[in-house]
């Protein structure tokens, strides 16, 4: 007779954490994928943007300990109504939530420094370079300000024990961190506008690029509507209860900021796979060569003295057959140029090039 193994967790009237766990779950899966494709990208691409990718993995490693962390905190009785819960339960969970919050705010700030530092690095124009370095230093003192708003908003020795009682004007310092978060977001956002504006670009791939850095818009609006529900929690006397809604928000928010931040380094091989880069082959014949930094090709075909060696498509036909083969490349290289503005054009219309072959085969023997 078989046995039923216990589930992992149960869904019911007096307990919601399993919800915050599947949250969790769902989107750490996704950003994994993301996170790993841009790890291929850079090691295929030989990609050297270390400032760039850097925040990306410290993120991804902080994602996968937050979820744990928050887990533990379900596992306390986070979900749960609090008087069920015995008092060590409680300051149990309290204390998960309290490093979970911590931790989020890192991950925001460091998807944030990567996106602008992609930008940075785009754009020779100095005055969005200028920008750039402005929004980085909001970034970096909002996340200051927000670390030490969270960690000493309440009294001590307890600093992770929240009520409203206890803790400075019942929580209303996490109103200005929140806010400041958005207006910092859509600074973000507007800057590869104003980037893009001057670029000389076929307008499809011009939408393509934007949409790539107009999807941290979803940060925004799950900011938003966080900072909404803030009130509800703020002012709950049952926190292990109240707390689940902001906590699946937040998980959702870390999650979803680190696999936009991927987007925009992942454009060019969207693009190849789009055009069918990845599936062309060229005939054994056929050879292409690269003899300087950028593109240039060759291509030679040689027949064999021996009439069974030729492949078939070459037998018994005219004296002179042409062969086009259509193939698309992906150019990694950067020319330097004095207009700051065609500078612009060059490092970011090159994604992909259309090459048109034709090889000749000539239907005599060679001796």
């Not at 078989?2 to 779950?25: A, C, E, K, M, Y």
């Not at 993301?34 to 943007?49: D, H, T």
């Not at 500078?343 to 000539?362: A, F, H, N, P």
Request: charged content about 15%.
């Amino acid at each position: 007779m078989s046995t039923r193994t216990r589930p992992f967790q149960v869904l019911s009237d007096d307990n919601n954490g399993v919800l915050i766990t599947i949250v969790s779950v769902s989107f750490l899966i996704a950003t994994i994928i993301f996170v790993a494709a841009k790890f291929g990208s850079v090691i295929y691409f030989k990609q050297r943007r270390t400032a760039v990718n850097t925040p990306i993995w410290v993120a991804v490693i902080l994602v996968i300990v937050e979820v744990i962390v928050v887990q533990k905190g379900v596992d306390h009785g986070v979900g749960r109504h609090g008087d069920t819960l015995s008092t060590e339960a409680i300051q149990t969970a309290s204390k998960f939530i309290y490093a979970s919050q911590l931790i989020q705010i890192v991950i925001l700030s460091l998807s944030q420094v990567s996106t602008i530092l992609l930008v940075w690095k785009l754009t020779p124009d100095h005055a969005l370079r200028q920008a750039c370095t402005v929004t980085a230093g909001l970034s970096v003192g909002w996340t200051v300000f927000a670390i030490l708003g969270t960690a000493f908003q309440c009294q001590m020795p307890e600093p992770w024990s929240y009520s409203p009682d206890r803790c400075a004007g019942e929580g209303a310092i996490m109103y200005p961190i929140w806010a400041i978060h958005i207006l910092t977001e859509f600074a973000i956002i507007a800057i590869p506008f104003f980037m893009m504006r001057n670029v000389q670009m076929v307008l499809a791939k011009r939408i393509k690029i934007l949409c790539a850095f107009f999807a941290r818009s979803l940060v925004v609006v799950l900011s938003v509507v966080r900072l909404c529900l803030l009130p509800t929690y703020l002012g709950s006397s049952d926190q292990t209860w109240d707390v689940v809604n902001p906590t699946i928000l937040g998980q959702a928010m870390i999650c979803t900021t680190v696999t936009i931040a991927c987007l925009p380094t992942l454009y060019h091989i969207l693009a190849g796979l789009n055009s069918g880069l990845m599936n062309t082959r060229l005939p054994d014949e056929v050879e292409l060569r690269s003899p300087t930094k950028y593109i240039s090709q060759s291509a030679d075909s040689h027949s064999e003295s021996r009439r069974g060696d030729r492949p078939e498509y070459f037998r018994g036909g005219d004296p002179a057959q042409y062969a086009a083969v259509r193939t698309n490349i992906t150019t990694m290289g950067r020319r330097q140029s004095s207009d700051s503005g065609k500078g612009s054009t060059r490092q970011l219309t090159r994604v992909m090039k259309t090459v048109d072959i034709t090889v000749e085969v000539e239907g005599g023997e060679r001796h």
